[in-house]
């Protein structure tokens, strides 16, 4: 053992020894496997606490220039400004300098940010899917900044651009550690254009400081930024990243000191009126309305550091719809919020526990309920509240409140739906929270039981990240109230991720009781304690067509503590995953599987067919693979199979998505999935198709129309939705959405409607 390793282990018993003296008592109420995972969670995290990074820096100076964001940098303050370059090379290697090289400055004044960007080419082919506003992917040129406004490295505001002057923005939250961090549906005001020339463009942006968060008198943020250089096959940084960390991983960042303190930046009041012109009919009732909905929302700025979004009566008929899925589990599958109220500083509300198994809180369940049958339906949202940002430089607040509506013919109850958050940071990137959740309707109605009344939540987080996150986890533990259920009701559970460039290590344990709830959250399953070990040794050949490639063992263990820990489930997965130089990817994996039915079960969903037995076990063996090609091309697809055995039959599955550019105005792409479930006589047999063409057209960058069309006979639906958005002033618009649904066999009608909504954003 080196001595370094054995200053951390001294480190790590010294701090644990200090724990202990605290005489921190587990409640009576929690199962000795929650005990154990909260004490091995105390131990591991106060351990691996530590990291560095790369150090890089440069001054903003102020300027009282006049800057016109054109993008053609022919500004005279523009000769004179520093530039912060010496861009590092991300893909294919991490250990030299970029090829085609990018420079950034950066000004400002007392309203705005300006930053000039200037990105050398090897020409001027550029890639990208369209003129949308929001592009995402690897396979589109592009140039983002990143600005840690707090120097939290836990939250940070993104700005992008491409060769072609189409904006992104959005908010990266928990570190920026995975993809799903990234949230590009979070709109706001600024201006940006480019300019293309043979070997290089230039782009300028004009950032309104309102438009970001702040503490009055910052005098540095953190920044980084990172090139998508899709001619060269090159993806490059300013501050260099590892290639086993994402792009936009808040780790690795430097400073931008800014030559004078900044003032108070406080964003304008704005209201966000909406009227909405609605004609809708339901063939299975044959029922029809017309309909004129008005409403809207309001954005008050308290401070430089807090938001107060207001809704009232909101509307959300211009949201895209949502991907269908083929959904063969017994579980309910999640699916990501897309409407703009619920968006801005999500992550303090909704990263509490564990996002697949365990999440207390999902917004989605706000605006849907289930009526007397247990279908899910739209629920009226009344008005809501909610107050989100910093208190201090380290502790973040989130209080939401959400009336919904009563709707007595489908005997669902007005309720009130309430979250309160605090979230304190600690060491350098860590965070402890707690949150309080409640829903409860206040009004006593006939057709609600006692035990439905209320249901709330408590719990406390610690989310680690080291400072190079090298070292990230998480420990939680949560507690669900209802009538006359109080006792027990615990979700606990403890991850710990190692990640380096060879080696990669995972451990999780999550233990949810039988009757934990959260009316408000999505819980996959209870009852249960579920384990996870994942080990994989990463290789990066120096010669040859692999970029880096990796063997990898997953093993995913539940058990029933009900039954003296009943091993009911297992998925014991090998895998061996390739990621070539022209960045295509190629993947195969070997699963053994174990699955104990308690209950009976129709995997096929079959009307009407002989479900599989209940209280029996099944094992079955499966392969995978699957294959993405190089997406930077004008035609590009994913395309994946599944063999194997499922239960006690067979199953043979393609999935498959394939996309077509006609730059830059039309984009193509098409969803293919098929399952093949066949089971021994006298159980059912399926094929199961997915079918979902879209077609993507921007006339310009402010009019876009796309139609997406989802076929699914295991939802018995063929939809269409067509959606034309023209965005006539800043954050303000027209939309006209239409949508219809039929049932695949007979081919008639269930649903259509029709919408012509309008809405302007005033800044008072």
């Known amino acids: 053992m080196s001595f370094a390793w054995f200053k951390l282990l001294v480190t790590g018993l010294k701090s644990y020894k200090k724990v202990k003296k605290t005489k921190f008592v587990l409640s009576s109420n929690l199962k000795p496997m929650t005990r154990t995972i909260l004490t091995l969670s105390i131990f591991f995290f106060t351990i691996f606490s530590f990291g560095q990074s790369e150090n890089k820096s440069f001054v903003v100076k102020h300027t009282t220039a006049t800057i016109e964001p054109d993008g053609a940098l022919d500004e005279p303050i523009w000769q004179t400004t520093a530039s912060a370059s010496a861009f590092n090379q991300y893909f294919p290697l991490d250990t030299v300098k970029a090829q085609n090289q990018s420079e950034i400055k950066i000004l400002y004044d007392d309203k705005n940010l300006y930053i000039s960007i200037k990105a050398h080419s090897i020409g001027k082919n550029y890639a990208l899917q369209s003129l949308r506003r929001d592009f995402r992917g690897s396979g589109n040129d592009g140039f983002t900044l990143l600005f840690d406004t707090y120097n939290d490295g836990t939250n940070a505001f993104l700005f992008g651009i491409n060769p072609q002057g189409v904006l992104r923005e959005g908010l990266i939250s928990n570190g920026g550690t995975n993809g799903n961090n990234l949230d590009l549906s979070w709109d706001v005001k600024w201006k940006g254009a480019s300019k293309i020339y043979d070997d290089y463009f230039t782009a ?5 400081l309102t438009s970001l968060k702040f503490k009055e008198g ?38 931008m000191v800014f030559e004078k303190p900044l003032g108070k930046s406080r964003s304008p009041l704005a209201i966000i009126p909406y009227i909405n012109a609605i004609s809708q009919k339901d063939f299975e009732t044959n029922e029809g309305f017309n309909n004129l909905k008005v409403g809207g929302d309001a954005k008050v700025a308290i401070g430089n550091s807090l938001n107060l979004d207001l809704t009232l009566n909101p509307d959300f008929s211009q949201v895209e719809v949502d991907d269908q899925v083929t959904n063969l589990t017994r579980f309910e599958v999640s699916l990501p919020e897309k409407r703009q109220f619920f968006v801005d500083n999500s992550d303090l509300f909704a990263s509490f526990g564990d996002g697949r198994d365990a999440n207390p809180f999902f917004s989605r369940r706000i605006g849907i309920a289930r009526d007397a049958e247990g279908n899910s339906i739209e629920n009226r949202i009344i008005a809501g509240a909610r107050l989100s940002g910093k208190l201090t430089k380290d502790l973040r607040i989130g209080v939401l ?16 739906n309430t979250m309160i958050a605090l979230q304190q940071r600690v060491f350098s990137r860590s965070n ?22 209320y249901n709330s939540v408590v719990g406390l987080d610690y989310n680690l990240a080291s400072k190079d996150n090298t070292w990230s986890g998480k420990m939680y533990i949560h507690k669900s109230f209802q009538p006359d259920d109080n006792v027990g009701n615990i979700s606990a559970g403890a991850n710990l991720r190692y990640n380096s460039r060879k080696y990669n290590f995972y451990v999780k344990g999550i233990s949810i009781d039988e009757d934990f709830s959260s009316d408000l959250g999505f819980i996959r399953r209870t009852g249960i304690f579920k384990s996870i070990v994942s080990a994989e040794r990463v290789f990066w050949p120096e010669k040859g067509i692999i970029q880096n490639h990796g063997f990898r063992f997953f093993p995913i263990l539940i058990y029933d503590p009900s039954l003296n820990f009943k091993n009911t489930d297992y998925d014991l997965m090998s895998s061996w995953k390739a990621t070539f130089k022209d960045q295509s990817q190629f993947e195969i994996e070997l699963t053994n599987s174990f699955t104990f039915l308690f209950d009976s079960f129709d995997p096929t969903n079959t009307t009407g067919a002989l479900k599989l037995p209940g209280d029996q076990g099944y094992h079955y063996n499966s392969l995978k693979f699957s294959y993405q090609s190089d997406m930077r091309k004008l035609f590009a697809f994913k395309m994946g199979s599944n063999v194997g055995g499922f239960y006690n039959g067979k199953r043979f599955s393609l999935e498959s998505m394939m996309t077509l550019r006609f730059q830059p105005k039309v984009f193509l792409s098409l969803v293919l999935n098929y399952d093949q479930i066949t089971l021994p006589d006298p159980y059912a047999s399926a094929d199961i198709w997915l ?5 993507d057209i921007t006339f310009s960058k402010s009019i876009f129309w796309s139609t997406l069309i989802q076929y699914s006979n295991q939802r018995d639906n063929l939809g269409f939705n067509s959606r034309l958005q023209w965005r006539f002033a800043p954050l303000s618009d027209l939309f006209i959405v239409y949508n219809d649904n039929y049932f695949v066999n007979s081919f008639e009608p269930k649903s259509r409607s029709i919408n012509l909504k309008l809405s302007y954003r005033f800044n008072l």
Request: charged residues 30%; negative net charge.
């Open 204 to 208: 300028e942006m004009m950032i309104p």
């Open 218 to 255: 910052a005098t540095k943020w953190r920044l980084n930024s990172y090139r998508i250089d899709t001619q060269s096959n090159e993806r490059s940084s300013w501050v260099r990243i590892p290639q086993n960390q994402m792009m936009i991983n808040l780790a690795f960042m430097g400073e």
């Open 401 to 416: 409140n959400i009336q919904t509506a009563k709707d007595e013919e489908n005997e669902i109850p007005s309720n009130n």
């Open 432 to 453: 402890i929270g707690v949150f309080y959740i409640n829903k409860q309707s206040f009004e006593k109605n006939d057709f609600v039981d006692r035990e439905d009344e």
């Open 691 to 695: 079918i979902s063409p879209k077609i």
